[in-house]
């Protein structure tokens, strides 16, 4: 039988890639966006795509409706991938920004993966793979309201993964840190929302540090990979007849979990506030 997976974030970047690499292994693809117009490109291309923005629940209980009709009520996997940056340091950042990017990047996960759930343990068994970050486990300055939420989908998922596992669903995340994708210049809008850089006391530090990093194109980062090294370890995580718990991707992934485990709180923020 042919197996189904519902992806989403798939305009671009992460998404798009896994998408098109599992519809061309023979998977049952259903690709995800917010934006009806890339939808629209991916049908284009034979690769179902369903209408879901995490902020909007109707466009959830709609989405996930079209994919369970087109596969007679069955899933085999998940992978909760859309998200966003709202990048400022956390003193400027408001709470309505933080609220939204927790709806964007957390709470939309949540409702959408509580309703596949019922799915897959009628069924017996299922893939709920989570795309975090390297900041799910490890922090940088700027980044607070992401790393907030990649914190919060860490516990959440490890808390699943024990609860759901008597039910044959397997939980897993995966943890990529710089991959080429328009990440940053997508969170570009949100920042300029929110953040009132120009009456925070570090303005100076806006204008030398952060806003040339998310403006200016200064090429790839370094050890940065493309899209392609996520959907490997997706691929390993729906396949393997015993899956890891987390899949970190690139170097600075590795780098991280191995400072997190061996050095102190004190010691970690010495080598981050350095980078």
């Not at 009520?73 to 859309?82: E, K, S």
């Not at 609220?99 to 509580?114: D, K, P």
């Not at 700027?142 to 907030?148: D, L, V």
């Not at 899956?243 to 709180?265: D, E, Q």
């Amino acid at each position: 039988m042919q197996k189904s997976i519902l992806i989403t974030g798939c305009s671009s970047g992460i998404g798009l890639d896994a998408a098109r690499s599992l519809h061309a292994l023979g998977w049952q693809v259903f690709a995800s966006c917010r934006q009806q117009t890339d939808c629209e490109r991916l049908i284009a291309e034979g690769i179902a795509s369903p209408r879901i923005d995490y902020c909007d629940t109707d466009s959830i209980r709609s989405g996930l409706a079209q994919v369970l009709e087109a596969t007679g009520g069955r899933l085999d996997a998940l992978f909760n991938n859309g998200a966003h940056a709202l990048n400022g340091a956390v003193e400027d950042l408001p709470t309505d920004g933080l609220r939204a990017i927790f709806e964007a990047n957390f709470f939309g996960w949540h409702e959408l993966t509580r309703r596949v759930i019922p799915v897959m343990r009628s069924q017996g068994q299922g893939r709920i793979v989570q795309c975090s970050s390297t900041l799910g486990f490890s922090y940088l300055g700027w980044r607070g309201a992401y790393t907030a939420t990649k914190h919060a989908l860490e516990g959440y998922s490890d808390v699943m993964r024990i609860e759901l596992a008597p039910a044959g669903i397997h939980v897993v995340l995966i943890e990529p840190g710089p991959i080429a994708t328009a990440f940053r210049r997508n969170g570009i809008p949100h920042f300029e929302r929110f953040i009132d850089w120009r009456a925070s006391p570090r303005r100076t530090d806006y204008e030398s540090s952060l806003i040339p990093r998310m403006y200016q194109d200064g090429g790839p980062d370094r050890f940065e990979l493309p899209p392609s090294a996520v959907t490997k370890a997706l691929l390993h995580a729906l396949e393997s007849p015993r899956p890891r718990p987390r899949y970190y991707v690139t170097i600075p992934t590795w780098i991280a979990g191995t400072l997190r485990r061996f050095l102190s709180s004190r010691a970690m923020d010495r080598v981050i506030s350095r980078l």
